[in-house]
């Protein structure tokens, strides 16, 4: 499965087509299980936002991405944390590629830190081909 750490497996940030280790994917689809369960929403709902339907999503799906990131080290109380993001996807993605999608994408805000976190994740997602 190719897709980046940030949301592999389930919800993957598909921001760039990059090989994850096995034990990568390994915590990625532990993570997105306990986010599935804990905002709880379908698995559907977690694919079609893996996919990039960003369509009709509830607070549900955004607080599952913010539960995704933050299990990840990305996000801190709805807080980017840019040298987390860098130090897990400069060496698969390549640190200027990286840098460039944070440059769009990490001053990204929202209504709270759920809605913070989803549009993080579309701005990644929308930028994939960057990385």
Excluded: W
């Excluded at 509830?58 to 040298?83: H, M, R, Y």
Aim: hydrophobic residues 45%; neutral net charge.
């Amino acid at each position: 499965m190719k897709f980046l750490i940030v949301l592999s497996a389930v919800l993957a940030i598909t921001v760039a087509e990059l090989q994850l280790s096995d034990e990568q994917k390994a915590v990625a689809h532990a993570n997105a299980a306990l986010c599935i369960q804990q905002e709880g929403i379908t698995k559907e709902q977690a694919t079609a936002l893996r996919n990039g339907n960003f369509e009709d999503s509830d607070q549900k799906v955004k607080c599952f991405a913010n539960c995704f990131l933050e299990k990840t080290g990305f996000l801190i109380d709805g807080k980017v944390q840019p040298a987390v993001v860098l130090a897990k996807l400069g060496p698969l993605a390549g640190e200027d590629a990286v840098k460039a999608v944070q440059a769009k994408c990490d001053s990204i805000t929202g209504a709270d830190k759920c809605d913070t976190a989803f549009k993080l994740f579309e701005c990644y997602h929308k930028n994939r081909a960057n990385i």
